[in-house]
């Protein structure tokens, strides 16, 4: 059986709660037959890519999902690259703040996304969901999970493809803000993860 594992994030940056996570954990068990496993991961540099890498020696899935919070974004924006640098605005949750250093020394500068993120934005966009490719994973804690996790399958013989997701504020959030602050609806999130996932497993 095909095998997913998605992640969502803790809250973080003085935030109640994480869209990553609330999209991530309402995701069905199952999406186009394939078993879903859904792991909430820390804020937390080095300490979340860990995680995941651990999970996915345990449950050998076939793709590996990372979703994430990108604040200010309007779309959902599956990333195209995660680079290997470091450098936070902010503290993480264990308020580690690394600054301009790499994430893995000696590694390669970047690793590409293995899932087929222009194919998740054809589909998402064919279902009238807001979406793009992004270029750029920043240089916090999402792009260090982006990193670990390719770098770690990278290293296998057979591995999973892996892709990370960053989606929006939630209109909850956003009501906070200026007013400019975009935002998008928890359920669209879901159905658009679950797009994304659907239009991976076509592959
Ligand atoms: N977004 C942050 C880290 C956790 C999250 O949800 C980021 O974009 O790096």
Same mark, same amino acid.
């Given at each position: 059986?095909?095998?997913? *594992?998605?992640?969502?994030?803790? @809250?973080?940056?003085?935030?109640?709660?994480?869209?990553?996570?609330?999209?991530?954990?309402?995701? @069905?068990?199952?999406?186009?037959?394939?078993?879903?496993?859904? *792991?909430?991961?820390?804020?937390?540099?080095?300490?979340?890519?860990?995680?995941?890498?651990?999970?996915?020696?345990?449950?050998?899935?076939?793709?590996?999902?990372?979703?994430?919070?990108?604040?200010?974004?309007?779309?959902?924006?599956?990333?195209?690259?995660?680079?290997? &640098?470091?450098?936070?605005?902010?503290?993480?949750?264990?308020?580690?703040?690394? &600054?301009?250093?790499?994430?893995?020394?000696?590694?390669?500068?970047?690793?590409?996304?293995?899932?087929?993120?222009?194919?998740?934005?054809?589909?998402?966009?064919?279902?009238?969901?807001?979406?793009?490719?992004?270029?750029?994973?920043?240089?916090?804690?999402?792009?260090?999970?982006?990193?670990?996790?390719?770098? &770690?399958?990278?290293?296998?013989?057979?591995?999973?493809?892996?892709?990370?997701?960053?989606?929006?504020? *939630?209109?909850?959030?956003?009501?906070?803000?200026?007013?400019?602050?975009?935002?998008?609806?928890?359920?669209?999130?879901?159905?658009?993860?679950?797009?994304?996932?659907?239009?991976? *497993?076509?592959?």
């Amino acid at each position: 059986m095909t095998r997913i *594992l998605v992640t969502g994030f803790q @809250p973080f940056g003085g935030q109640q709660t994480n869209p990553s996570w609330e999209a991530v954990r309402r995701l @069905p068990q199952c999406i186009s037959g394939a078993e879903v496993t859904k *792991l909430q991961i820390p804020v937390a540099f080095g300490r979340a890519g860990d995680a995941v890498c651990q999970t996915i020696d345990q449950q050998r899935p076939d793709v590996v999902l990372c979703v994430g919070q990108a604040g200010g974004r309007a779309q959902l924006t599956p990333e195209f690259v995660a680079i290997n &640098h470091a450098d936070a605005r902010i503290p993480d949750n264990d308020g580690q703040q690394p &600054h301009r250093q790499p994430i893995v020394p000696g590694g390669p500068d970047a690793h590409f996304a293995t899932v087929p993120v222009y194919r998740m934005v054809d589909a998402l966009r064919q279902a009238s969901i807001p979406a793009s490719v992004s270029y750029s994973a920043g240089t916090y804690v999402c792009n260090d999970v982006m990193y670990r996790m390719l770098h &770690h399958l990278a290293q296998e013989t057979h591995p999973a493809v892996g892709g990370f997701v960053h989606v929006p504020f *939630l209109p909850e959030q956003a009501a906070q803000m200026r007013p400019d602050t975009p935002s998008m609806s928890l359920d669209l999130m879901v159905r658009g993860l679950e797009i994304a996932l659907e239009a991976t *497993l076509r592959g």
